[in-house]
Nanobody, 122 residues
Framework: QVQLVESGGGSVQAEDSLRLSCAAS????????MGWFRQAPGKEREFVAA????????IYADFVKGRFTISRDNAKNTVYLQMSSLKPEDTAVYYC???????????????WGQGTQVAVSS
């Protein structure tokens, strides 16, 4: 059974940093693109970042460029999202997902985790 479990969320102040982790089980992530998405209350789920199978290529949403970094450790079957200079508008539930291609399109991703809450106060 494929499972993705996010962790590392929490409540922080603006300009703080957080590191999210996504641990996979039931599948080796080394064969797949992995992505991070987020969903704020009342809003649609949106793309944050994605990384290809060997970590060579990454893509980011414009609103996180220079602040967030996606990485992966295939040996640990885990994907990370390092978030810095957090802003109140980054408040959302953050999800990781397994994808077929390196894409910002939600529909290109399957097998989603349950999410981890990030709350940023000013």
């Amino acid at each position: 059974q494929v499972q993705l479990v996010e962790s590392g969320g929490g409540s922080v102040q603006a300009e703080d940093s957080l590191r999210l982790s996504c641990a996979a089980s039931g599948m080796p992530i080394r064969y797949y693109v992995m992505g991070w998405f987020r969903q704020a209350p009342g809003k649609e789920r949106e793309f944050v970042a994605a990384i290809d199978w060997d970590g060579v290529r990454t893509i980011y949403a414009d609103f996180v460029k220079g602040r967030f970094t996606i990485s992966r450790d295939n040996a640990k079957n885990t994907v990370y999202l390092q978030m810095s200079s957090l802003k109140p508008e980054d408040t959302a539930v953050y999800y990781c997902a397994r994808g077929r291609t390196l894409s910002p399109v939600v529909g290109e991703y399957h097998y989603w985790g349950q999410g981890t809450q990030v709350a940023v106060s000013s």
